[in-house]
């Protein structure tokens, strides 16, 4: 499923007109649905419990050994050893991100949570790669200086669903308020 970016006519007047507004005209709307929908529940113990717990078992990786995880991945998608990807998609962390996608009655398209490496913890759907934190869903928000910084990034057009989606990474935080991982979650702006 090849995806392409489409640039929102309404997005360029808005960056035309109002250079502060640079975001584009789905912003708004994704952020508040993710306040309202989705920060809830990234308190949830059993998203908490299952960050810091990758937390803990990667703490000593490499960078070559997180490159040689993110590869052994990006070959299982390719049909290789899919022994990673099935490992990630089998846990509880999983579970609950799928449940919480299908209650979003088709807004939420996908959505994984990463550890303090960018490295994928738990997610509803595979993803072409394991290492997020080369990309700025991780870098924009877990390595932000504000810990409840919302990142949107631009929307995208698919061309054989015709969705148009954007994607929404924020940081997550243990009980006591401390960066701990990130989540991103993909949205269905047709269903905002």
Same mark, same amino acid.
């Given at each position: 499923?090849?995806?392409?970016?489409? $640039?929102?006519?309404? %997005?360029?007047? !808005?960056? !035309?007109?109002?250079?502060?507004?640079?975001?584009?005209?789905?912003?708004?709307?994704?952020?508040?649905? $993710? +306040?309202?929908?989705? #920060?809830?529940?990234?308190?949830?113990?059993?998203?908490?419990?299952?960050?810091?717990?990758?937390?803990?078992?990667?703490?000593?990786?490499?960078?070559?050994?997180?490159?040689?995880?993110?590869?052994?991945?990006? !070959?299982?998608?390719?049909?290789?050893?899919?022994?990673?990807?099935?490992?990630?998609? %089998?846990?509880?962390? %999983? @579970?609950?991100?799928?449940?919480?996608? #299908?209650?979003? %009655?088709?807004?939420? &398209?996908?959505?994984?949570? #990463? *550890?303090?490496?960018?490295?994928?913890?738990? +997610?509803?759907?595979?993803?072409?790669?394991?290492?997020?934190?080369?990309?700025?869903?991780?870098?924009?928000?877990?390595?932000?200086? *504000? @810990?409840?910084?919302?990142?949107? *990034?631009?929307?995208?057009?698919?061309?054989?669903? +015709? #969705?148009?989606?954007? +994607?929404?990474?924020? &940081?997550?935080?243990?009980?006591?308020?401390?960066?701990?991982?990130?989540?991103?979650?993909?949205?269905?702006?047709?269903?905002?």
């Amino acid at each position: 499923m090849k995806t392409i970016k489409i $640039i929102l006519a309404a %997005s360029a007047l !808005a960056i !035309a007109g109002n250079p502060a507004q640079a975001e584009g005209p789905h912003v708004p709307a994704v952020k508040e649905f $993710i +306040q309202a929908s989705v #920060m809830p529940w990234l308190k949830d113990p059993a998203v908490i419990a299952a960050v810091k717990a990758q937390n803990e078992a990667n703490s000593g990786l490499s960078e070559e050994e997180i490159v040689a995880l993110d590869n052994k991945w990006r !070959a299982g998608v390719d049909g290789g050893d899919k022994s990673l990807i099935d490992n990630v998609l %089998s846990n509880s962390l %999983s @579970a609950f991100l799928r449940d919480k996608q #299908m209650a979003s %009655s088709g807004v939420i &398209t996908e959505v994984f949570v #990463m *550890d303090a490496k960018g490295l994928n913890v738990g +997610q509803s759907d595979v993803t072409s790669d394991y290492w997020q934190g080369d990309e700025a869903k991780w870098q924009k928000t877990y390595g932000a200086s *504000d @810990a409840n910084a919302i990142f949107v *990034d631009e929307a995208e057009k698919d061309e054989s669903t +015709q #969705m148009l989606q954007s +994607q929404a990474s924020m &940081t997550v935080t243990d009980e006591g308020g401390a960066p701990i991982g990130a989540v991103t979650v993909g949205v269905n702006l047709n269903s905002l």
